[in-house]
């Protein structure tokens, strides 16, 4: 009887079992691909009721009330670290696919999740304006279009009350928001800052059209309202569908220049979580990059998972967003990273290390000709003609307000180092006049434009007085310094070659001795005892003495000529270089380099006579341009902190060879 009993108790809980088969899941709506949920229902065997929320303040509400009958819920990292204080959630254990996540998004989110037991980052991404071009441009004439101005000047909205604005139903990031607009800390809980961005907000109120959560996705896409104050992902999909209604009018995001939030959404299981099992099984079938990649692809929210990148279409090229580094709010935490009311601080702003969707290239044709100073936005690309205009370099704007600036290009027109043939003062003139041969579009083989996610200005040129060359060093290290001040990244151009030793002072005295990739003809490390001469042979043999630069991680490619000092610096010649591929050498110098921050040099004369016929003295026997420029690009993972080009001149003896050669730029 007793066998038989088990026998019956083991029958009746098999029917039991299948029907426990279940996961519930409490989410945004619209926050899971369609068909990863189809696919994981169908590998797994599990059953998944999906119920959405339209606030935080109703998920909180679920989680720290406890038995709220869900297995993953999917909070901001502000509401995870809630949830964690409340003793709300349970640990998520070993996971199987964890290693696919973007490691630094991880350290983030750890500082509200200690060792990333409770949350796994699962989308981030920033609040910004979704917008209507041609309605704003036809209202607003001239008027930037990624400013929030344009909510809250009444001179601006009062324009646009007609074609409808509204703004995220988020209170504690749109009031995050008003505050850093005026100037304030965007967590302030001081009565007088908050009562300052009541007004702002009750300024804009009359010329608002709601205040809503999803609703203005189709709004935007149909025309019915022609600026959001949303998320990256909400415009991205109003872009589309805009798209793909073949509207007569295109839906762009802009990241707001006077900065805006960062956000991270999570998953976790509540601790009274009736199915943990399922829960555990689906975080981790999430953590695939072909699940998480189908996000993307289909609802344009960035995802979190750094092995997804090969998954991602291009099918958002459609969209026309701009995907621009975030100015990150002042004095902000990265603790409090999330979609409902964070920033990062802004050292952690800049690209992913595995770039969003919505990070297609772009170009915004509302510029303006001659860009050099007519352009309003530090970002983008825009079509110019490339016989016309204003030859600042890329046809970036000619600025030396470095506020809100990533990276500065200027130029040293400095060539009395020079040995024998001068000439590469017009280097600086010339590489921005061949330049805009290139800037009207992405740069092949590249599938992303720089300038989506550099701020990036044309500082003009280093002033010297020339009758006192004594002078020039300290006048172009000075001129240095000053641009790193500003917490900007320097891309210089030449000029003959001496340049990058007053450079050197100016970098190592703001980050330390550098490591340093010098791609040239000649090791310019001949000595010089007494150190008074201004020579382009001496510079690195000053700067390995004076510790500007740390000759173990340092490295010097394409040489062709002979030292037998070497200094300490590794040297790939041009025999080793010709013997390996560009992928081999590259690694090489990445081993080289390690995790050191980086001045990259390249002169002139690393590149064959036959393709550079400008340079003196020429050095034959080099590789071709597009070698070089694939040994560049394949260093993408050192950190470059400045870069130099120079040696450029005018032809002489082939007067119709080109100053440029193609293709023109190594971004990475």
Not at 217 to 231: K, M, N, P, S, W
Not at 465 to 484: S, Y
Not at 603 to 608: G, T, W
Request: hydrophobic share 40%.
């Amino acid at each position: 009887m007793r066998l038989a009993a088990s026998v019956l108790l083991l029958a009746c809980a098999l029917p039991l079992q299948a029907e426990e088969r279940v996961l519930n899941i409490y989410n945004w709506a619209d926050y899971v691909a369609p068909q990863a949920l189809e696919r994981f229902q169908r590998e797994r065997g599990i059953r998944v009721k999906y119920d959405t929320f339209d606030s935080t303040e109703v998920l909180d509400s679920k989680l720290l009330t406890g038995r709220s009958g869900y297995d993953v819920v999917f909070p901001a990292s502000s509401g995870l670290a809630r949830a964690i204080k409340a003793k709300a959630l349970q640990p998520l254990g070993a996971l199987s696919n964890a290693g696919n996540l973007d490691p630094e998004l991880l350290a983030k989110l750890a500082s509200v999740d200690p060792g990333n037991r409770y949350g796994v980052p699962y989308t981030w991404g920033t609040v910004g304006l979704g917008i209507n071009r041609q309605a704003l441009e036809r209202r607003l004439p001239g008027v930037a279009l990624d400013s929030l101005d344009l909510l809250f000047k009444p001179e601006y909205a009062g324009k646009l009350k007609d074609c409808g604005i509204a703004v995220l139903d988020s209170p504690q990031e749109v009031i995050a928001i008003a505050l850093n607009y005026l100037g304030k800390d965007p967590y302030s809980n001081a009565p007088a800052d908050l009562e300052a961005a009541r007004q702002l907000l009750a300024q804009l109120q009359p010329n608002l059209r709601y205040v809503g959560s999803g609703r203005h996705i189709d709004d935007l896409a149909r025309g019915e309202i022609c600026l959001a104050l949303t998320y990256t992902g909400d415009a991205g999909m109003a872009a589309a569908r805009a798209a793909e209604a073949q509207q007569p009018f295109e839906v762009l995001f802009r990241i707001p220049r006077e900065g805006t939030l960062i956000w991270f959404d999570t998953m976790a299981i509540p601790v009274e979580a009736p199915h943990p099992e399922a829960a555990r099984a689906f975080i981790d079938f999430m953590l695939q990059p072909e699940a998480i990649a189908e996000l993307t692809n289909a609802l344009y929210f960035a995802n979190a998972n750094a092995a997804a990148t090969p998954c991602w279409t291009r099918r958002c090229a459609a969209t026309r967003t701009s995907t621009r580094r975030p100015r990150c709010a002042p004095g902000c935490s990265p603790s409090r990273s999330s979609r409902s009311g964070s920033s990062a601080s802004a050292p952690a702003c800049g690209p992913p290390s595995a770039p969003s969707i919505e990070e297609t290239p772009t170009m915004d044709h509302s510029f303006d000709n001659d860009q050099a100073i007519t352009r309003d936005s530090l970002y983008g690309t825009a079509a110019e003609p490339t016989y016309a205009g204003i030859t600042s370099f890329m046809r970036r704007r000619y600025s030396r307000d470095l506020r809100g600036v990533d990276l500065v290009v200027s130029g040293v027109p400095f060539d009395t180092a020079t040995t024998n043939r001068p000439g590469s003062r017009f280097g600086p003139r010339a590489i921005r006049a061949a330049s805009v041969q290139s800037a009207w579009a992405r740069h092949f083989p590249w599938e992303f434009d720089p300038f989506d996610l550099l701020a990036c200005v044309d500082y003009g040129d280093c002033y010297f007085d020339h009758g006192r060359p004594e002078a020039v060093p300290a006048a172009i290290q000075a001129h240095a310094e000053q641009i790193l001040a500003a917490g900007c990244a320097l891309l210089t151009l030449g000029g003959d070659h001496f340049i990058s030793y007053p450079l050197l002072k100016a970098h190592a005295k703001q980050h330390g001795p550098l490591a340093l990739i010098h791609f040239d003809a000649h090791s310019d490390t001949w000595p010089d005892e007494e150190g008074a001469r201004i020579d382009h042979g001496t510079m690195f043999y000053h700067a390995a003495r004076e510790g500007l630069v740390d000759p173990a991680h340092s490295v010097q490619v394409g040489l062709r000529t002979t030292n037998d000092d070497v200094m300490g610096f590794a040297v790939l010649d041009a025999r080793e270089v010709h013997r390996s591929t560009p992928a081999q050498i590259a690694e090489r110098i990445r081993a080289r380099v390690g995790e050191q921050p980086v001045y990259l040099t390249f002169d002139i004369d690393c590149l064959d006579p036959a393709f550079a016929p400008a340079p003196a003295p020429r050095c034959a026997a080099a590789c071709p341009a597009t070698r070089r420029w694939r040994y560049c690009a394949a260093c993408a993972a050192s950190t470059w902190w400045a870069w130099t080009w120079w040696r450029w001149r005018r032809p002489t003896t082939t007067p119709r060879s080109p100053p440029w050669p193609a293709p023109p730029w190594p971004w990475r």
